[in-house]
């Protein structure tokens, strides 16, 4: 089975290469540009894994978590910031994401995190 992950990055350049890694690790991916785009597409798909930048035009990451919870839906989410502290952290688990993820991220850490998350979801 393919899980399938939204990426959401408003850097291009991370974008694709997050999708690159994850494509290269079995998983199917798409991309989102921002967080309103973020939105959007995780309420009208069904995806396995969203995978956030924090700070993100329109919408953050938490914005984006908060605004699917409220709707009532549940989709495994992880954070990425490249300005981590303990306040951003305590606010992503609050929100509902299962991960903080520092940039750059390491490719094997995020290979091992992506799998743990959507396999611990998924039993």
């Given at each position: 089975?393919?899980y399938r992950?939204?990426?959401?990055?408003?850097?291009?350049?991370?974008?694709?290469a997050?999708?690159?890694?994850?494509?290269?690790?079995?998983?199917?991916?798409?991309?989102?540009?921002?967080?309103?785009?973020a939105l959007?597409?995780?309420m009208e798909?069904?995806?396995?894994?969203?995978?956030?930048?924090?700070?993100?035009?329109s919408?953050?990451?938490?914005?984006?978590?908060?605004?699917?919870?409220?709707?009532?839906?549940?989709?495994?989410?992880?954070l990425?910031?490249g300005?981590?502290?303990?306040?951003?952290?305590?606010?992503?688990?609050?929100?509902?994401?299962?991960?903080?993820?520092?940039?750059?991220?390491?490719?094997?850490?995020?290979?091992?995190?992506?799998?743990?998350?959507?396999?611990?979801?998924?039993?």
């Open positions: 089975m393919s992950i939204l990426i959401a990055d408003d850097s291009n350049d991370s974008r694709q997050l999708a690159a890694l994850l494509g290269a690790a079995g998983f199917v991916v798409e991309q989102a540009k921002d967080g309103s785009d959007k597409r995780l798909m069904r995806y396995d894994l969203s995978l956030l930048d924090m700070h993100m035009p919408l953050t990451g938490i914005e984006v978590i908060t605004q699917i919870r409220n709707c009532g839906r549940h989709i495994p989410s992880i990425m910031t300005h981590p502290s303990r306040a951003i952290e305590a606010a992503a688990l609050e929100a509902g994401a299962l991960a903080l993820l520092r940039k750059p991220i390491p490719a094997e850490i995020l290979r091992i995190t992506v799998q743990r998350i959507v396999c611990d979801t998924k039993n």
